[in-house]
């Protein structure tokens, strides 16, 4: 709690012994909620930040692992389908070379017969050679002149005799045609040599049997050699005999790659073929279930859109409520402390005044009674040279005597040693009373006085004179405000309990840093030796003492206006004060 409380000191405004005016206010209420928005939205934004980031990591990797076991179950298929395709033609071949047929194929007719045979059933072989086990080719039927080509320092002439079968990668050639070659070996019944017989294949008859396997579940579908070089054409990387860069394996690989020129993300699965330098490859562009995963991902930006909006709505309600909660609290205990301050100050003036005034009525008293006792004994002298002159100075000791008592009391008045004498009073008759008053200094400045009073307005019961002081004081200093040429409105009217009477007038108006100081007792913008600064302090203090209220707004150029709230039947408190 106290570090929260340290916060919010951060950003409230001072107290009333600060120096903070009303922008400098403003500006901290505008942080300090910015500050509360801003720690509200990071709290409830946080958790559903993660939720949806969690959601959508994990609904992905869900898909990934469901798209990875269709596109296995896939290739497992369709490696079955291309293992029987190879096995077949193997299962041709070896039916064809026969331990007990080596001397028959060798008898050219027989083997362009078996070439047909082979040809009717898969259109794709091009031709066949029978050689020996020194690499040459004794029977030949196709349509190249390859008989009597020698075939020993090849490669694929040991790895046949090493294994008995052989199916190369698909190369050109000097045929400069893409085939691969089939070949199978066997030993002669009658000796220890063997012989091979070479079958080669088209390269297209893989990629007819390949587009015959359909997959849904893959974008692509084709051969590569371990090497990397396709043996079949691909969607995504070229054509038969170009390289693929990422298929360079001689085991399964079953991964997501990032391909370049923005065909973004893949997986690709891949299996090898047996007996063949083959493998078998599905690749898949982006998720299976792209429908599935593109509605997740709208309905998972709508929600947290719609979360995060409902959290700005309610982090920057929330954060304006309690704003405001704190700047009214502290407006407040702000007027609070100031009319305490303001009585404060008034009752340390209303002793000082009553002390003052006490003392300055004792020597009062005595002059007062002096000059009597002096113009009784005149009064019994006999006539002399400066005896009017003695009764000219008496009257005006008097008159000087008579002056400073109605001075000491108002002071007594303002030091609240007055009582309240209540009676029925016609707020509007007592008002133009008080114009009554100012009539003469008013036309003389060329002020223009309007009055809105209310017709039906109740009769209050309230002390006389002082309301005549209080409206006195009040037109007084706005026809000193205005100057010349001006105007004066008075509005009364009743509002609920209360009659309340507004005085604006059109003068230069108060600027902020004066108006929250004019109630001050000795404050004054007069020119010395103009005014004493006590007028509104009396008001004031009037206004309170009868039970009532009062209130200034001014801005600067556009005059200023006071109301004045007074009970129609003043409690106790005001009958008593």
């Avoid at 100031?338 to 004792?362: F, P, Q, Y």
Wanted: glycine letters at 6%.
């Amino acid at each position: 709690m106290n570090v929260f409380n340290r916060w919010l000191a951060r950003f409230l405004p001072e107290d009333e012994y600060g120096v903070d005016d009303a922008s400098g206010m403003n500006k901290r209420y505008k942080k300090f909620r910015l500050s509360l928005l801003t720690t509200m939205l990071t709290i409830s934004m946080l958790p559903a930040t993660i939720t949806a980031a969690i959601g959508y990591f994990q609904y992905r990797d869900l898909l990934q692992t469901t798209e990875k076991e269709q596109l296995l179950w896939n290739l497992e298929g369709a490696q079955k389908t291309m293992q029987a395709l190879i096995n077949e033609l193997h299962s041709s071949i070896e039916f064809v070379v026969r331990e007990d047929r080596c001397d028959e194929i060798l008898d050219q007719d027989t083997l362009d017969t078996m070439l047909i045979r082979l040809k009717l059933k898969y259109n794709g072989f091009v031709d066949l050679g029978v050689i020996d086990s020194r690499g040459i080719q004794l029977t030949y039927s196709g349509p190249y002149k390859l008989r009597g080509y020698n075939y020993r320092v090849q490669e694929w002439f040991d790895q046949v005799q090493s294994h008995g079968f052989y199916v190369s990668n698909v190369f050109l050639g000097y045929r400069n045609i893409p085939h691969f070659v089939l070949a199978v070996s066997k030993k002669r019944p009658d000796s220890e040599d063997y012989w091979v017989l070479r079958a080669t294949i088209n390269a297209d008859t893989l990629q007819n049997f390949i587009s015959t396997i359909n997959t849904k579940a893959s974008d692509d579908i084709f051969i590569v050699s371990r090497t990397g070089k396709l043996q079949t054409s691909s969607h995504f990387f070229g054509n038969a005999m170009e390289y693929c860069p990422i298929c360079e394996t001689s085991s399964p690989i079953h991964e997501i790659f990032k391909l370049e020129g923005g065909m973004g993300d893949v997986l690709q699965v891949s299996a090898p073929l047996e007996n063949t330098p083959w493998m078998l490859v599905l690749v898949k562009e982006k998720y299976i279930h792209q429908a599935a995963w593109s509605s997740f991902r709208q309905r998972l930006l709508l929600i947290f859109l719609g979360c995060s909006a409902a959290c700005l709505v309610i982090s920057y309600s929330l954060s304006t409520m309690l704003t405001n909660r704190i700047r009214e609290t502290d407006e407040k205990r702000q007027s609070l402390l100031t009319e305490a301050e303001h009585s404060n100050k008034l009752a340390s003036i209303g002793r000082l005044a009553a002390g003052v005034a006490h003392e300055i009525n004792n020597p009062l008293a005595i002059i007062d009674q002096k000059s009597g006792l002096m113009q009784d004994l005149l009064g019994l002298t006999e006539d002399f040279k400066y005896k009017d002159k003695f009764y000219t100075s008496i009257a005006g000791i008097q008159n000087g005597v008579g002056r400073c008592k109605a001075i000491t009391h108002r002071l007594l008045g303002f030091a609240r040693r007055m009582d309240v004498i209540l009676e029925e009073i016609k707020l509007n008759e007592l008002i133009q009373e008080v114009l009554n008053f100012l009539e003469k200094e008013a036309m003389y400045n060329r002020i223009h006085v309007e009055l809105h009073f209310q017709e039906d307005l109740p009769t209050i019961y309230c002390d006389r004179g002082q309301l005549q002081q209080i409206f006195l004081n009040i037109i007084n200093n706005a026809i000193d405000a205005i100057g010349k040429d001006g105007l004066i409105e008075i509005t009364t009217k009743l509002q609920e309990s209360d009659v309340t009477v507004r005085i604006k007038d059109s003068g230069p108006g108060i600027p902020p840093n004066i108006l929250k100081h004019i109630f001050d007792p000795f404050f004054t913008t007069k020119a010395p030796g103009k005014g004493t600064g006590l007028g509104l302090s009396i008001t004031y203090g009037l206004v309170k003492k009868l039970g009532g209220d009062i209130t200034v707004n001014s801005e600067v150029g556009k005059g200023a206006t006071f109301e004045i709230r007074l009970p129609v039947k003043p409690d106790k408190s005001a009958k008593e004060s």
